[in-house]
């Protein structure tokens, strides 16, 4: 039996990230270089420039992750890589990279979904949560609320109609000159600012779909006609009708499947807000809240080394020629 020792490489977006994790989730090291300087400029993730930026990161970082966790190549039993979704561009550098070093090494290479592995981010710091689980997956393309009653079996109870949730972040603090990436900027404004304004909770009891865009709008729109209005409390009021929808919805979600427990996974599950609010609720209704460090909330590879290796147990090895899948969805129960 191997030790499972899996060297996970995640280029999907904007972060160029090696990590090596053993078969018990223990992370031996999570190197993540982020590009965010380069797109900054730009107001938001050019690809082109992101895909060259891979090119020139992955050898080094995948290098640092192995010289961090102690380990050399042989040392290795899988490798695992991002194959969707996300910038395809991204994507195939990532993929490319983990195929190369499986021939020349010799090792199997498995694909990992980029949203299981977000929704797998929970287990690296808690492994035995205990399901059935209800997930909130928050981050800059997706928005989605996930029963999980079976590790690698999800069922999808509602998602974004329109912007995610993270993307309604960046607009918004492109619309007030805060610069990208917004959401760590508008949260870090809130936590000064007064909830005086009460903005549009979208669907707030309507199902478990979600809808931003109108919220980003009303922003907007209050912001341009309310040109005085301290910024702090633009972004406290912004943030306060995101967290209610969220909380909201999470919460229905989490008492109506019978979950044991809650937990939100992605970028935007770094929000200081959301956590403290996930925490408050759980508490309120006795569930078990499981808030990842924020490391493990925006995109990293440890999150892809885990789920690569329950995927390889489940599932065996991906073939060498599977590509990247920019629009890969998230892997739903088969409904008999
Ligand atoms: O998961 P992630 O790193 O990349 C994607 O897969 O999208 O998420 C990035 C998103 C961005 O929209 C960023 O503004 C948002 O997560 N984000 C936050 C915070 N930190 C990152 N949003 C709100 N509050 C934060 N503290
Ligand atoms: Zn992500």
Request: hydrophobic content about 40%.
């Amino acid at each position: 039996m191997t030790s499972g020792l899996t060297l996970g490489i995640e280029t999907s977006c904007d972060e160029t990230a090696a990590s090596v994790v053993t078969s018990d989730n223990v992370v031996l090291s999570s190197v993540v270089s982020s590009q965010v300087d380069l797109h900054a400029r730009y107001g938001g993730v050019v690809p082109e420039v992101a895909s060259r930026a891979h090119v020139g990161l992955i050898n080094p970082v995948i290098s640092q992750a192995l010289v961090e966790a102690g380990i050399e190549p042989k040392d290795i039993d899988l490798v695992a890589a991002t194959n969707g979704p996300g910038l395809v561009g991204s994507l195939l550098i990532g993929v490319s990279a983990a195929k190369a070093l499986s021939l020349v090494w010799g090792k199997p290479y498995v694909g990992v979904n980029h949203l299981e592995a977000h929704l797998y981010s929970c287990f690296l710091e808690e492994p035995d949560l205990e399901l059935p689980l209800v997930v909130l997956l928050v981050s800059g393309g997706h928005t989605i609320l996930v029963s999980m009653e079976k590790h690698l079996e999800y069922t999808i109870l509602g998602q974004t109609l329109d912007d995610a949730v993270g993307e309604a972040y960046d607009k918004v603090a492109r619309y007030l000159g805060l610069g990208y990436p917004g959401g760590p900027v508008v949260d870090q404004l809130a936590e000064t600012g007064e909830n005086k304004i009460t903005f549009p909770r979208p669907m707030l009891r309507d199902g478990y779909d979600f809808s931003f865009s109108g919220l980003k709008t009303a922003v907007i729109n209050y912001v341009r006609n309310n040109p005085d209005t301290p910024i702090e409390d633009i972004a406290t009021s912004f943030q306060e009708a995101v967290v209610e929808v969220l909380t909201t919805k999470a919460r229905k979600a989490a008492i109506e499947t019978k979950a044991k427990g809650l937990c939100i996974g992605g970028g935007v599950a770094a929000n200081s807000r959301l956590r403290e609010a996930i925490f408050d609720i759980c508490l309120e209704d006795g569930l078990h809240p499981f808030v990842p460090s924020r490391a493990y909330c925006t995109d990293n590879a440890a999150m892809v080394a885990a789920t690569g290796w329950r995927r390889f147990l489940q599932d065996g090895p991906t073939l060498l020629n599977t590509g990247a899948n920019p629009n890969l969805k998230l892997p739903e129960k088969a409904h008999l």
